[in-house]
């Protein structure tokens, strides 16, 4: 089923056909909007901070009293130069990837840890267990499920390759 749309658009007359299900225009648009967002966090401490974010150990170290206290205060202490440069870099990357739809799952994971850390790391809870954090994880969970980087992503490409082809585990990390 195709969908074609006209109209004029700015002056100009404009067509647009869509053959593809709605879901998958869903999706791909869910990859995208996921994917912006995390690459503004990120770059923007990257412009402000560059690889010397120092609110992220800060951070970590207020979850110390949580059910990652003890994961957030290791990394507080004992890696806190990778947090630091983790969180803008990280963060950057996974945007990157989930834009373009390339290594999506692999990305999606590490937008899980991220989400993860940050919802569970919310001590009281003050929005209620419902949140944004956990809205994120969600929308991070439903890259990963429904492997959004093959709805208009590079993924869908780079899976034909013949490298792929000779070594399909590596379909788990895009996709």
Do not use: C
Not at 129 to 138: F, Q, T, Y
């Amino acid at each position: 089923m195709s969908y074609q749309f006209e109209g004029n658009l700015l002056g100009e007359e404009t067509a647009l056909t869509l053959s593809g299900g709605w879901g998958q225009y869903w999706i791909a648009f869910l990859r995208v909007l996921t994917g912006w967002w995390f690459f503004h966090s990120g770059v923007t401490k990257l412009i402000a901070d560059g690889l010397n974010y120092t609110y992220a150990p800060a951070y970590l170290e207020g979850m110390s009293s949580t059910v990652v206290g003890p994961l957030a205060t290791f990394l507080a202490t004992d890696a806190a130069w990778l947090v630091k440069a983790g969180v803008p870099l990280f963060e950057t990357l996974i945007g990157l990837a989930l834009l373009f739809g390339v290594l999506t799952r692999l990305a999606a994971f590490g937008g899980v840890f991220f989400m993860t850390l940050f919802w569970t790391g919310n001590a009281e809870f003050g929005h209620g267990l419902v949140n944004g954090d956990l809205m994120g994880l969600l929308l991070f969970m439903t890259m990963i499920v429904f492997a959004a980087g093959r709805y208009y992503g590079l993924d869908a490409i780079i899976e034909k390759t013949a490298f792929i082809k000779q070594h399909p585990r590596l379909r788990y990390l895009l996709g």
